[in-house]
């Protein structure tokens, strides 16, 4: 067994266990009665959400610049699934996928312009999910949604969420990937490794840096498109709502959705976010002043579209079939750091 598994046999233990206790103490009955009333429109949210995915895989499209018409748009949506597909099943804060996502497009793109474009839209999501919690926290508030010690709480995670992303921007743009890999060689463990590392990785960060100077107005696209997909969460929230029974208004859906991600992010360390996502929508729900069983229906539909979409990932990824030879017609590593010409769409 390979030390990756077993550091996520653990995890999945724990969110297994977690998952079984809430299913336990919320009643599965109680929890099967509310998902019998959504029925066979499950399915047309699944598929709905695969415009939510579309925008998601345009915000990362921009970042491409001119090399944009190296990749089409379909196959860019299955690299993208195949990616998340990875994210999803690996506790790593959704990280894992990402190099991947770059590696697959190693027959049209360089693999540092690749790993460029992966790492700033991976900071164009973050920036793009803390606006859009910060709007649905600003609804709970003012429309008083939650009770005043969940409010508050949401709020202190809020906060320290939005101040790691800002570190994390601070220290993408004065080079992030050299800094850690010339950090990790003062240890004094496996120092030319990671020395070695350390001097490739800084051309990745000049790379990086050269978007920032003159890819702005890409930048911002790709955000606005990032809003839209997690917007278009808070529109799943507003259906499924509905087809539960809740009397919803569009503020609510809003707030649960930007408190649910909120929740989801602080069990990162479990793969699939097992239990976790569920045991935070029945806090959100409660808080709300709705039934413990309804928010644990409204996890289980959320993760029944999860896992179709992420199922779809891994066909995407045995298709690409990632250990292939790379493509001898692959393109040189050009000399610009940073492309000018406008994206297609």
Not at 112 to 127: D, F, Q, Y
Not at 274 to 302: H, Y
Request: a positive charge.
């Amino acid at each position: 067994m390979s030390l990756g598994v077993r550091k996520n046999i653990l995890p999945f233990l724990l969110g297994l266990a977690l998952f079984a206790g809430l299913l336990y103490w919320v009643r599965a009955s109680s929890v099967m009665g509310y998902i019998a009333r959504v029925g066979p429109w499950i399915a047309a949210v699944i598929l709905g959400y695969g415009l939510v995915q579309l925008s998601f895989v345009l915000a990362w499209r921009v970042l491409l610049g001119a090399d944009v018409k190296a990749v089409g748009l379909w196959e860019l949506f299955r690299i993208y699934l195949a990616g998340d597909a990875v994210n999803y099943t690996v506790a790593s804060g959704n990280l894992a996928g990402e190099p991947l996502k770059a590696h697959l497009l190693r027959d049209r793109l360089p693999m540092v312009e690749g790993l460029s474009s992966v790492t700033i839209n991976k900071l164009s999501e973050a920036v793009s999910m803390i606006a859009f919690q910060g709007f649905g926290v600003a609804l709970a508030f003012a429309c008083h949604l939650m009770t005043p010690w969940m409010a508050w709480g949401t709020l202190a995670v809020f906060a320290c969420m939005s101040t790691g992303i800002a570190l994390f921007f601070w220290r993408q743009k004065k080079g992030l990937f050299g800094w850690i890999f010339f950090g990790l060689s003062r240890i004094g463990i496996a120092r030319a490794f990671f020395e070695r590392l350390g001097s490739k990785a800084q051309r990745l960060d000049a790379q990086i840096s050269g978007f920032y100077e003159a890819g702005g107005p890409r930048f911002f696209l790709s955000l606005f498109f990032n809003f839209l997909g997690w917007c278009g969460g808070a529109v799943e929230a507003y259906f499924l709502l509905k087809l539960l029974g809740v009397h919803a208004s569009v503020p609510m859906a809003f707030a649960i959705e930007a408190v649910s991600i909120l929740a989801n992010n602080l069990f990162f360390f479990l793969p699939a976010r097992l239990g976790g996502s569920e045991g935070g929508k029945v806090l959100v729900f409660l808080s709300m002043g709705m039934s413990s069983a309804m928010g644990f229906a409204f996890g289980l539909l959320r993760r029944a579209r999860e896992v179709f979409y992420v199922a779809l990932g891994f066909v995407f990824l045995i298709q690409l079939n990632p250990f292939r030879q790379r493509d001898s017609r692959q393109m040189q590593e050009p000399a610009s750091a940073c492309p000018t010409e406008s994206p297609v769409l």
